[in-house]
């Protein structure tokens, strides 16, 4: 790989803090950790690419069309989704020149300046492709072709590229009637670096999405079960956690829009499904619904241990205009305030007190760090706090997710990094500053007299590698 | 200006990082930026004075008693209002001994330590009046009669302030229904130095303002409209509009207590209406009619080119005997938690991916940041982030705000500084702060290898100056 | 004190920034405050410790079973409360083996990396006891020992500690019908180190609390006073605060649900009171009549000069089961999201411009701290912030608090450290650390030419020490 002319933003110290004493244990610490395995135990990559294990087509359609971080900030400066090859719902689309929505990307790269977007591409740039410069409106076109070039050899092929990348484990994310063809494609042909799947049942769970009535026949006929009736509803659930554990899974995932769960008996449980069923619940019952869900679902993965994760608090397709011309994950979901520690207390009194239950939280509302997050996680022994997500997966974030969860929740009531994304080049990247960052935080504490060395260099470990493994139950991989 | 004896808080690096490398960065950014042009688009300076351009009278009636972050820290110390020259509503007020007033403020500056006030305030009089020691309790009539001395000057009046300041734009603030005697005169006497008005229109759109059954028929008096009617009340205000831009103005502003919006049809706006015109709305249908006025004027922006600035959140006048004493603004303002994305979802269904409208979003709620200003701003085309406001106009504020906003809406959602004020000495200062603060933020960036310095130099200029033009399409003055 | 092997953790630079110009000037203040007398002013010890003088029994009994920060911690790494001695309150416990709990403890040590509860703990065995090695499996056992052999000493008595530890004013808190037998008799044994009492009625004014009807009657027997009616009830509470202001109470002290005021009219609080009393009352009723006894006591406070104590949001016993089975105040209180302006509004409306009234707010939502608590304490004169509190007394959370409260309240709206803890022994530990960190923070501002240095060290020992006296009207002691 081409270092001669680094580029600015790939400094072999970036990231660190820019006194002299903490930069110098950062980089002790860091050089510990950079070439340990990724563990990806929660994201969003197509397992089709690691099955069918074809080339990629270029950089637009690998760079751009998919990274909704990339063309939000675009396309909140004027620049149409169209524009940028986003193809409509309706299948209306015009056909996408691919090299000139490159060039519109390049020419407003600096768009970017102080994001982790920009991080994680230039690191994509020089990392994998070998760039010594910074793209700009005059390099873009080639850019463009080198970079297609590459992707054309088989050392860029995916399979090629998980073990470029070190990667141990990637952990995928599909719908609960999904039928995971393509992993077990992948398991036939025997894959060293192992990939997994996510048992994501959002869309057999939550009334609101679209197609849920359809989705319960469907579910009723995978498994064979009378998905109209509560308990062969249940049943069938079971059923798919099974299949999907088969196919590797160890972690079930919740993107419900708050944290609310609920403990009813079992003929409420029956008389609100029935309304479920037949259409006729309320948007409250309806919320009672998903959240009586959570609790069935943490008393599931205490039956079958699967970790249970949930990622709440996010109004999904704000802009509906967006929404119903491009479809959903277009860059226009948007956090909102939620609460924690009474939406919870149905679940956590029911099950919060075993300890061989994990029970992941996550949250886009920082507020709750150190008022709800830290506090509960620092006592009831079945939570722990997943890293700082989606928005706050950045420096900055990351940075605050340490300074606001570790002194009441310690380090061991965190589960390492989750890279989440569906941007499979940016993976090594993301993971390169997930553990500069949390390097940097070990060696402010250090360099403050607050931990030892000695510590620092097992904690560095532990962030970047271990606690992952640990926390997803994928220690015996 | 005397500089040998430079007060501790003139110190030419003030208010950088201490780390050697950041700080280096900083004064280079700084140095570049530093001697710009003044833009100021937003603030509550009298146009009287730019008009009439007389003397102002002496350092307690310009420093002090129009200064409510000054006065209220004093009181909140337990010094009466009236020891402070604030005069009662009721005109019962003794007679004020300016000096005596200014021996109180002097005496208890201490209490100002690790504040704005004491930065803007240090700033005046070393860099305005030419002061080379810190004001205490001895020199305290020494200052008062310098600065009185010096305020007698023909170089202390209100223009030749506007020139010695090198402020190329200031935006004043008045009502709809100000007929806006001040701008003519100043415009007719054609000031070198741009002062433009902004259209501030609270008066007439929210029925619980004081007064307003009697603004709306003034509104109705200058504009030759029937002011009862929906549709006269609309005309009306597109009128006052026109009449604004005739005076310079290229933005409007919205005091309004939350950011909610509505999108009601035709004849629900009119039925609402004459609730509101017959004085029958409950409190819930004027906070609906000050959530539909704040979509009606989005739709007017779009039409006329007008900025819109919302400004919410803000429990005003909360210490009611204060306020029934000696009237609004007298530091009694105090923020509340508040919500965006369901508050503005109605008008940015309508309007938010308008390319043309220009929505500048503030706020007072800082948990808001990454949460949900931040998201939007990166997201939405019309929307872009005011600068921190008002309690957050301060070095921690400023930092705060371009550490959580930056990572998911970038620079270029943002518009550059505010003052805000209507202390019209600390101008300078505030600008000052400002782009010291940035610098900072920048060096920080660049210290820590996350950003070219070809970038921060080009990014130090578009904060400091042209974002600002450009945000309030300033751009053509 | 055997310092030759100092751990890394009483580095004597330990808690300031690395970076070298702020360290030194934090190290020039910090040793201008480090030997000032302990003010505590609001706290949780034992009196009977005071009273009685008796030796503590050993390391577990002393150091962890009564500290909840401790076990909560080992708790969420699920480790069973009955395997650390905690016990049932049923009674049915089985003997704990004390040199075993605390095996446990330092074979988990590590689990505290990062936290307050390590630099307190650390500080405790390398200060206190002498330890110049870290704790960990293999010296738990010399550790305990040695700890034991010290305690039996008389050196290490609760009177000698008070004089080692050289703490001028520790304040303990008692319920309202506490007879405070114990501080009756430290007062009698003239003690040279002053311990006195904090009134602290919750008992007797939240209806929701377990034994509320018959801690009325006791009320009414130790007063003489008919406690079923309103003025019989007043006029007991008055009593009582007498009481304890002659067993040197400065300060009430109230732990409510939420920061909720009333201001009743005396007919509507009879009402309620009949209520409250014949247990009719729902319980919005309930929290009205806790918000109304809020401003009750503001008003006693006017007449007394007691200052009044608030520290609010606090979901108390959130564990249900471990509630059930191990009682109150065993880790299990979750922080949740509250709001101030509208809800102190009433009282302040009453009272909130009295100078003579001091009224000290605290809060574990970190998020009001530069939206609503520092500017309502930069207006009111009656306000003043506490310390962070709880799991914000740490580095981060001091640092965090001076960092967005000093710009808008400045420091002299605020009131020094409150020690708020249980465990004796840290006592001296955690007024360093807030001496470190206010030290740290003012460094960090002369560092960047924000403060003077003469400043800084008036300042530095106001936080220390001068506040606090003042702050609690403890200045004549």
Same mark, same amino acid.
């Given at each position: 790989?081409?270092?001669?002319?680094?580029?600015?933003?790939?400094?072999?110290?970036?990231?660190?803090?820019?006194?002299?004493?903490?930069?110098?244990?950062?980089?002790?610490?860091?050089?510990?950790?950079?070439?340990?395995?990724?563990?990806?135990?929660?994201?969003?990559?197509?397992?089709?690419?690691?099955?069918?294990?074809?080339?990629?087509?270029?950089?637009?359609?690998?760079?751009?069309?998919?990274?909704?971080?990339?063309?939000?900030?675009?396309?909140?400066?004027?620049?149409?989704?169209?524009?940028?090859?986003?193809?409509?719902?309706?299948?209306?689309?015009?056909?996408?020149?691919?090299?000139?929505?490159?060039?519109?990307?390049?020419?407003?790269?600096?768009?970017?300046?102080?994001?982790?977007?920009?991080?994680?591409?230039?690191?994509?740039?020089?990392?994998?492709?070998?760039?010594?410069?910074? +793209?700009? %409106?005059?390099?873009?076109?080639?850019?463009?072709?080198?970079?297609?070039? &590459?992707? =054309? #050899? !088989?050392?860029?092929?995916?399979?090629?590229?998980?073990?470029?990348?070190?990667?141990?484990?990637?952990?995928?994310?599909?719908?609960?009637?999904?039928?995971?063809?393509?992993?077990?494609?992948?398991?036939?042909?025997?894959?060293?670096?192992?990939?997994?799947?996510?048992?994501?049942?959002?869309?057999?769970?939550?009334?609101?999405?679209?197609?849920?009535?359809?989705?319960?026949?469907?579910?009723?006929?995978?498994?064979?079960?009378?998905?109209?009736?509560?308990?062969?509803? +249940?049943? %069938?659930?079971?059923?798919?956690?099974?299949?999907?554990?088969?196919?590797? &899974?160890? =972690? #079930? !995932?919740?993107?419900?829009?708050?944290?609310?769960?609920?403990?009813?008996?079992?003929?409420?449980?029956?008389?609100?499904?029935?309304?479920?069923?037949?259409?006729?619940?309320?948007?409250?019952?309806?919320?009672?619904?998903?959240?009586?869900?959570?609790?069935?679902?943490?008393?599931?993965?205490?039956?079958?241990?699967?970790?249970?994760?949930?990622?709440?608090?996010?109004?999904?397709?704000?802009?509906?205009?967006?929404?119903?011309?491009?479809?959903?994950?277009?860059?226009?979901?948007?956090?909102?305030?939620?609460?924690?520690?009474?939406?919870?207390?149905?679940?956590?009194?029911?099950?919060?007190?075993?300890?061989?239950?994990?029970?992941?939280?996550?949250?886009?509302?920082?507020?709750?760090?150190?008022?709800?997050?830290?506090?509960?996680?620092?006592?009831?022994?079945?939570?722990?706090?997943?890293?700082?997500?989606?928005?706050?997966?950045?420096?900055?974030?990351?940075?605050?997710?340490?300074?606001?969860?570790?002194?009441?929740?310690?380090?061991?009531?965190?589960?390492?990094?989750?890279?989440?994304?569906?941007?499979?080049?940016?993976?090594?990247?993301?993971?390169?500053?997930?553990?500069?960052?949390?390097?940097?935080?070990?060696?402010?504490?250090?360099?403050?007299?607050?931990?030892?060395?000695?510590?620092?260099?097992?904690?560095?470990?532990?962030?970047?590698?271990?606690?992952?493994?640990?926390?997803?139950?994928?220690?015996?991989?």
């Amino acid at each position: 790989m081409n270092t001669k002319h680094t580029p600015y933003n790939l400094h072999p110290d970036r990231l660190f803090s820019s006194d002299t004493k903490e930069r110098e244990i950062s980089k002790l610490l860091y050089n510990s950790v950079k070439s340990l395995p990724i563990v990806s135990p929660h994201g969003h990559t197509d397992p089709r690419w690691f099955a069918d294990n074809d080339n990629f087509s270029n950089a637009t359609e690998l760079l751009i069309i998919p990274d909704h971080y990339v063309f939000r900030m675009l396309y909140s400066q004027g620049i149409g989704l169209e524009q940028l090859g986003i193809r409509r719902v309706d299948g209306s689309s015009a056909e996408v020149d691919f090299l000139q929505v490159w060039k519109v990307f390049a020419q407003h790269y600096y768009l970017f300046h102080g994001t982790p977007s920009r991080i994680w591409m230039d690191y994509v740039f020089c990392e994998v492709f070998g760039f010594s410069v910074e +793209l700009n %409106a005059e390099n873009a076109e080639f850019f463009y072709h080198k970079i297609n070039a &590459a992707l =054309a #050899t !088989d050392a860029f092929r995916p399979r090629a590229l998980l073990q470029q990348f070190n990667i141990e484990l990637l952990a995928t994310t599909e719908g609960a009637t999904n039928c995971l063809t393509h992993h077990k494609k992948i398991k036939q042909d025997g894959l060293n670096n192992t990939v997994i799947t996510t048992f994501r049942p959002d869309d057999v769970i939550d009334p609101q999405v679209k197609g849920f009535s359809r989705n319960i026949e469907v579910l009723g006929e995978l498994t064979n079960e009378d998905t109209h009736n509560w308990q062969g509803y +249940l049943h %069938a659930l079971r059923q798919r956690r099974e299949f999907f554990r088969a196919h590797g &899974a160890t =972690a #079930t !995932d919740h993107g419900h829009a708050t944290a609310l769960t609920a403990d009813l008996s079992s003929l409420e449980c029956q008389r609100l499904f029935e309304k479920i069923i037949s259409k006729t619940a309320s948007s409250e019952e309806q919320e009672l619904f998903r959240a009586q869900m959570l609790t069935e679902m943490a008393g599931m993965s205490l039956e079958d241990g699967m970790v249970l994760q949930l990622h709440p608090g996010v109004h999904r397709n704000h802009n509906t205009s967006v929404f119903q011309t491009f479809g959903a994950d277009k860059g226009c979901d948007i956090p909102v305030n939620i609460e924690y520690v009474n939406s919870l207390k149905p679940l956590l009194s029911k099950y919060g007190n075993e300890t061989k239950l994990r029970f992941i939280l996550f949250t886009l509302d920082e507020s709750n760090y150190t008022r709800e997050l830290a506090p509960l996680a620092g006592h009831y022994p079945c939570l722990k706090l997943g890293p700082a997500w989606w928005f706050n997966d950045s420096p900055e974030g990351m940075l605050r997710f340490r300074h606001q969860v570790t002194e009441t929740a310690g380090f061991y009531n965190t589960v390492g990094f989750n890279d989440d994304t569906r941007a499979f080049l940016s993976i090594p990247a993301r993971h390169d500053v997930a553990r500069r960052i949390d390097c940097r935080f070990l060696a402010k504490l250090v360099a403050e007299h607050r931990l030892s060395e000695t510590a620092a260099f097992e904690l560095a470990r532990d962030l970047s590698y271990r606690l992952a493994k640990e926390a997803y139950q994928a220690a015996d991989f």
